[in-house]
């Protein structure tokens, strides 16, 4: 077992890799999760029939929609935490201080992983998608109530303008240091 790998499994991560519909959430949280090792949790499979056929037209959910959907996301990490004892890596929006304070509650210790890019980039991939319910109508209404991380929201934020695998590097980089910094903790 690798170093990195027998820290997690004695201090096991939360990582939440956040940000609009477009930014490359899903993508870097499952690339994360098979280089770990981790379970990848993706917070869409999460969604309602209801949501999904609201976000499918281009209508955003209320924070009453997406509450359940929140928690049954963190409720699927905490048993995931229970029954592997692993690092877990979710895709999921959390575009607001109240969703990550939610995921908080449930997952304490939880660090965020933000990625962001230009609108123009973000709409460009979505544009191009095509065997997603979220597409580029939905884009405007999330980049209006995102909240970036605040100071005392453990995590950070990458720009995926940039060639992906440099920013995977990056963001393996940062989990590397939590980890490690989270296994020290544990010692003192």
């Not at 949790?41 to 955003?60: L, P, R, V, Y």
């Not at 509650?105 to 933000?114: A, D, E, N």
């Not at 460009?124 to 319910?133: I, N, S, T, V």
Request: charged share 25%; glycine share 4%; with cysteine.
């Amino acid at each position: 077992m690798k170093p990195l790998q027998q820290a997690q499994a004695q201090n096991p991560l939360v990582l939440i890799v956040m940000g609009v519909c477009g930014a490359g959430k899903s993508r870097m949280a499952s690339r994360l999760a098979a280089e770990l090792p981790a379970t990848f949790i993706e917070a869409d499979d999460f969604h309602t029939k209801e949501n999904k056929t609201i976000m499918t037209a281009g209508g955003a959910l209320t924070d009453t929609q997406r509450q359940p959907w929140l928690q049954a996301v963190a409720d699927a990490a905490q048993r995931a935490l229970d029954q592997s004892g692993n690092t877990v890596v979710i895709a999921c929006s959390a575009l607001r201080r109240i969703y990550r304070d939610q995921f908080r509650k449930t997952l304490p210790g939880v660090r965020f992983i933000h990625l962001t890019a230009d609108r123009h980039i973000i709409a460009a991939r979505l544009a191009r998608r095509r065997d997603h319910f979220v597409g580029e109508a939905l884009l405007d209404s999330q980049l209006a109530v995102l909240e970036a991380l605040d100071r005392d929201e453990k995590g950070t934020q990458f720009d995926m303008s940039v060639e992906f695998d440099t920013v995977f590097k990056q963001a393996l980089r940062s989990v590397h240091a939590w980890s490690a910094a989270q296994a020290a903790n544990q010692k003192s």
